[in-house]
């Protein structure tokens, strides 16, 4: 059995679902879809709520919001298949085949990945900088992502054998948005577990205006910076597999922090104007992401020295 395991937040995932089921009714291969919410708003709660009647569904709303890694923890703990097919709430899937792609591919890797894309650019302005960075950064085909397969890694749309799960799991001592994927990654790199990088990909709908994925960016500066501390003893790996922590040594090996944190205290309003206008700039926001980093780490920075 494979268990469709998908945490929801202030979505719907009605159509989703219904696609998910319509797929694994003509399919010959067990399938069950688990939803979780995490304590989303009562709109929210109402619409997805009537997925408790579909078969092979079993709906659950939660309290209050426990995070982003524990409710995928818990998604794990209830289900029932040999494999778990994570799924990001805000994502539709327009393949008429992809669970059959996935299941066509148990058995060649304990971790599956099938990627990320995206819809038409937006019409308005304040959802261009979240998806031109998708666009750029996040939609890549297998073939690209296989070759740094670990660091392509994204927990957003991937099949996993539930064994390897249980004895990994996502780290619940991140909270907030952001890397939980990154620091499972890890994980799984240096359990030298094998990741296979398929064309299976899951369109991204929750683009987020442009100030609310600012924030989310600054909460994932603040977790990366938490992975760190966690994984003291795998520092230096972890600098190796992050891009943005690649550069940022080297920035700070060439004496770039103190000019960092200067951009980070004068010139962060007009940044973010920037980014937020009709044309962001991806690079500026490499900046931004830089210049914050240093002024949050530089305790740290200095201690490993």
Request: hydrophobic letters at 40%; charged letters at 25%.
């Amino acid at each position: 059995m494979i268990s469709i395991c998908i945490p929801v937040y202030n979505f719907d995932v009605t159509e989703l679902v219904d696609e998910l089921l319509r797929q694994a009714n003509h399919l010959n291969y067990p399938v069950e879809v688990l939803i979780f919410d995490d304590h989303s708003q009562q709109y929210f709660r109402r619409q997805n709520s009537l997925l408790a009647s579909r078969s092979k569904t079993s709906y659950l709303e939660f309290d209050f919001n426990i995070g982003r890694s524990k409710i995928r923890n818990r998604l794990a703990d209830f289900a029932h298949g040999d494999w778990l097919l994570f799924l990001d709430c805000d994502v539709m899937v327009d393949s008429p085949d992809y669970l059959k792609t996935y299941i066509d591919n148990l058995g060649r890797a304990k971790v599956l990945c099938g990627g990320r894309e995206y819809g038409p650019k937006p019409f308005r302005p304040e959802l261009l900088l979240r998806w031109k960075y998708g666009v750029s950064r996040e939609c890549k085909s297998a073939f690209v992502r296989q070759t740094d397969p670990y660091s392509s890694f994204i927990s957003g749309n991937f099949v996993i054998s539930a064994d390897i799960f249980n004895a990994i799991r996502f780290n619940e001592a991140l909270s907030g948005y952001g890397h939980e994927d990154t620091l499972l990654g890890i994980e799984l790199k240096r359990h030298n577990i094998e990741i296979l990088h398929l064309d299976n990909a899951a369109r991204h709908l929750g683009l987020d205006p442009c100030g609310e994925f600012i924030s989310k960016t600054e909460q994932g500066i603040v977790n990366l910076v938490r992975i760190l501390n966690i994984s003291a003893g795998n520092r230096r790996e972890i600098e190796k597999s992050i891009k943005l922590l690649r550069i940022f040594r080297f920035l700070r090996h060439i004496g770039m922090l103190y000019p960092l944190r200067w951009v980070f205290k004068v010139l962060t309003p007009y940044i973010r104007r920037q980014l937020c206008s009709s044309n962001p700039n991806i690079q500026l926001f490499d900046l931004y992401k830089l210049s914050l980093l240093s002024k949050i780490y530089r305790p740290h920075w200095r201690q490993v020295s």
